[in-house]
């Protein structure tokens, strides 16, 4: 059987604020299968950002245990997570944290040149992924030339092009209109099954969690 995208077992995190000691996730089990979308719901605080934040590498667990795609990752030093999040780990955010001087292209084209890929190899698979999220004739735009639609396309382009493992989206349809979120939300659909990627999703919104195959509520840092 194929190991799970995402198992977490009894991952713990404390954050201090001065002298008091905050909880913010309590002892979370959590298993996603690969190539599936799960989403993370919760209020403000409930320790979501958190949870996303371990699972993207991007912060350690106190105690506890995760296996990325069968490789336990929790322990691990900044570069050595930092490495495994180049390689494995897309994001797709709220305010598409694109940057603002740089074309489509070049956007798209980031994260493969942090893997020290050839330019050719780049350029082949900048213009695949930019032609599946049908932004082909757009490469040369720059961001603030696009509607909020086509800006969240290029990240989801972006977190994609290098076939990741799993893609971290947090609340990837809050900014958009309901026609855009629904399409938004298919392409993401789409282009996960066809690049092999696991979506884990924080988010607020139905129109995102009718599409997932499996939500998870999380309160006070407890999943329910």
Known sequence: MTAPAI?????????????????????????????TFAAVRGPSGSGKSTLLNI????DAPDAGRYLLAGEDVGGLDEDA??????????????SYNLVPVMSVRDNVEYPLLLLGLPA????????????????????????????GG???????????????TLVIADEPTAN??????????????ALGH?????????THDDRMTAHCDSVHAITDGSLQ
């Not at 699972?55 to 991007?58: N, S, T």
């Not at 958009?176 to 659909?189: E, F, S, Y």
Request: aromatic letters at 4%; glycine letters at 10%; proline letters at 4%.
């Open 7 to 35: 198992a977490l077992s009894g991952i713990v995190k404390h954050y201090r604020m001065g002298d008091e000691d905050i909880p913010a996730l309590r002892g979370i089990d959590l298993a996603v299968p690969s190539g």
């Open 55 to 58: 699972c993207g590498l991007i």
């Open 150 to 164: 086509q800006r969240q396309r290029v990240a989801i382009a972006r977190a994609l092009v290098k076939s990741p």
């Open 194 to 202: 066809r690049h092999g990627a696991t979506f884990l999703i924080a």
């Open 81 to 94: 997570r930092t490495m495994i999040r180049r390689r494995s780990i897309g994001f797709v955010f709220q």
């Open 176 to 189: 958009l209109d309901t026609a855009t979120a629904a399409q938004v939300i298919d392409l993401m659909k």
């Open 120 to 147: 050719g190899e780049r350029r082949g698979r900048v213009d695949e992924i930019l032609d599946q999220v049908g932004l082909a004739g757009l490469a040369d735009r720059r961001p603030d030339q696009l509607s």
